[in-house]
């Protein structure tokens, strides 16, 4: 096993919790998740389903604790992580899913796939795999704003010049505050746009 391979593998460990491993031992393969997705409405294939993508990070994640699936990976679909397997995740987590949550939302059993696509990414960046300019990002991000998918931001609307933006529906905002996972899950413009004015819009349109 190679150091890369061993630090992304300590990552997914020191990440699994009861919301985590609820997530990567419940769901039903309905596919109702499909149609939430942006990714998926934009260009519909298997690739771009939620349930796909989390059941990636499953079939490591059995091969690792699952003894049947580490002795007879083929009867379960799990898969030994490897450097290969590695850049897939990577590459799914960071350009194929923006942790709106609307799959989660939508789901039946409340799975958190964004949860899973965090964790990868945190094995990604943990294993020095990830895409520099996003861990760069996302660096800026937190030292600057400190912020968390659990940070309370308000659905009102700001002001940029002569232009106010509206959610879907023409509304202005309701005023009301909520998790930031929350309102990214439910398309709010004017969260959105409140976020792009904190962190430099010139700036986040030139990454």
Request: charged share 20%.
């Given at each position: 096993m190679?150091?890369?391979?061993?630090?992304?593998?300590?990552t997914?460990?020191?990440?699994?919790?009861q919301p985590l491993e609820a997530a990567l031992e419940a769901?039903?393969?309905?596919?109702?998740?499909?149609?939430?997705?942006?990714?998926?409405?934009?260009?519909?294939?298997?690739?771009?389903?939620?349930?796909?993508?989390?059941?990636q990070l499953r079939s490591?994640?059995?091969?690792?604790?699952?003894?049947?699936?580490?002795?007879?990976?083929?009867?379960?679909g799990a898969k030994k992580l490897d450097e290969g397997t590695l850049?897939?995740?990577?590459?799914?987590?960071?350009?194929?899913?923006?942790?709106?949550r609307r799959c989660t939302v939508n789901c039946p059993l409340g799975v958190d796939t964004p949860l899973m696509m965090r964790a990868i990414r945190a094995m990604a960046t943990?294993?020095?795999?990830?895409p520099e300019i996003l861990v760069m990002l996302a660096d800026a991000a937190i030292e600057r704003g400190n912020m968390t998918p659990e940070t309370s931001v308000t659905d009102s609307s700001p002001s940029c010049g002569n232009?106010?933006?509206?959610?879907?529906?023409?509304?202005?905002?309701?005023?009301?505050?909520?998790?930031?996972?929350?309102?990214?899950?439910?398309?709010l413009n004017t969260t959105a746009t409140a976020l792009s004015l904190r962190f430099d819009r010139d700036k986040i349109g030139r990454a």
């Open positions: 190679t150091e890369t391979i061993e630090l992304a593998l300590k997914l460990e020191a990440q699994l919790n769901c039903a393969r309905c596919g109702l998740c499909a149609e939430t997705c942006h990714y998926y409405r934009a260009e519909p294939k298997v690739e771009h389903i939620p349930a796909y993508r989390a059941e490591v994640y059995r091969y690792e604790h699952d003894f049947v699936s580490r002795v007879f990976p083929a009867w379960t850049a897939q995740l990577t590459e799914m987590a960071f350009s194929q899913c923006t942790l709106c943990a294993s020095g795999t990830a232009w106010h933006p509206q959610n879907y529906g023409g509304s202005h905002g309701s005023g009301a505050r909520m998790p930031m996972w929350m309102a990214f899950a439910k398309s």
